[in-house]
């Protein structure tokens, strides 16, 4: 457990050294929260515009880092149903995902409408760190509170530019740190329908507040991060596949199938059954589609890539 002393003890250079390996461990190998009333969601106006000022907050005092990578799956099916699970290799590359198998089968059979398909279906990143929000543009009620924040690759980006500034004449800077960080501006602009957050930047680097009794007690409101990565939160193999089986509308001997190997069978169990009555399959109602962050990662194919090495 971290107190708040060695916490101030830690601040600065240490603090950001300690940050940045942890950092480069994670970028070095590549949950429904909506209606958790922890989390914080920046809002914008009608023309889709939005400003904020939040600042990232340290890792709770029993946790080492700031934030939490998650991967999940969000994708609907052809029976209309949803797939929206966590994906375990969240957890690391040694826990296996039925998605993520399925995805490499579909890319690897070399047709352009599977990966497609597999391109849909791709896990997606996102992030999730305490935030205390100073300003919020259209619910001023949100501030002076901490927050969970839950944010996508662009602005985990803006973070790690922080730390590690491209340019000699820049500053490595820690964001999370309450004496030596900085006041994050989100600015949110509407760009061809969607959220775009390029614009935003930190402010010039200084204490969260000048009392220390202030800043630990913004500080000890933070959440658990590791929360997110419990068992719980994850379903086994078994029952991702099984969930899978019934989005996809297969079966358990096709799913394991090249994707070519699946629709040869397919095809000769409609031939099998061509004297049979043809009968209207029953109407799905189609689930509403579910709400994500624009800004969450659009990983790149190079996944699935490195799956078939």
Not at 10 to 29: F, P, R
Request: hydrophobic residues 35%; aromatic residues 10%; glycine residues 6%.
């Amino acid at each position: 457990m971290v107190d708040f002393s060695k916490l101030k003890a830690m601040s600065g250079k240490k603090s950001l050294e300690s940050l940045t390996a942890e950092l480069t461990k994670i970028t070095g190998n590549q949950f429904d929260n909506s209606k958790d009333d922890r989390f914080w969601y920046p809002n914008v106006d009608k023309a889709g515009n939005g400003y904020a000022v939040i600042r990232f907050l340290p890792a709770p005092g029993d946790e080492d880092t700031p934030f939490v990578r998650m991967f999940n799956h969000g994708f609907k099916g052809p029976t209309g149903s949803w797939m929206i699970e966590n994906c375990p290799t969240t957890k690391g590359a040694g826990h296996k995902c039925p998605v993520c198998e399925q995805n490499t089968e579909l890319w690897n059979s070399g047709i352009e409408s599977d990966k497609k398909i597999a391109s849909e279906r791709k896990r997606k990143l996102s992030f999730t760190s305490n935030i205390y929000v100073i300003t919020d543009q259209n619910n001023p009620e949100n501030e002076g509170k901490v927050f969970l924040f839950k944010y996508g690759k662009k602005i985990f980006d803006k973070l790690n530019e922080a730390m590690n500034p491209q340019f000699a004449d820049e500053d490595a800077m820690n964001p999370f740190d309450l004496w030596a960080g900085a006041n994050f501006k989100l600015k949110i602009r509407n760009v061809e329908s969607y959220r775009n957050y390029d614009k935003s930047e930190f402010a010039k680097p200084g204490p969260l507040s000048e009392d220390d009794s202030e800043m630990e007690s913004i500080w000890k409101k933070a959440h658990s991060l590791q929360d997110f990565l419990a068992p719980t939160n994850f379903k086994s193999y078994d029952e991702l596949k099984g969930k899978l089986v019934k989005v996809l509308g297969l079966d358990n001997s096709t799913l394991g199938m090249t994707p070519a190997a699946a629709r040869a069978k397919v095809t000769l169990d409609e031939e099998a059954v061509t004297d049979t009555p043809w009968e209207a399959p029953p109407k799905v109602k189609a689930a509403p589609a579910p709400k994500f962050d624009e800004d969450e990662d659009d990983e790149s194919l190079e996944f699935f890539k490195k799956l078939a090495e």
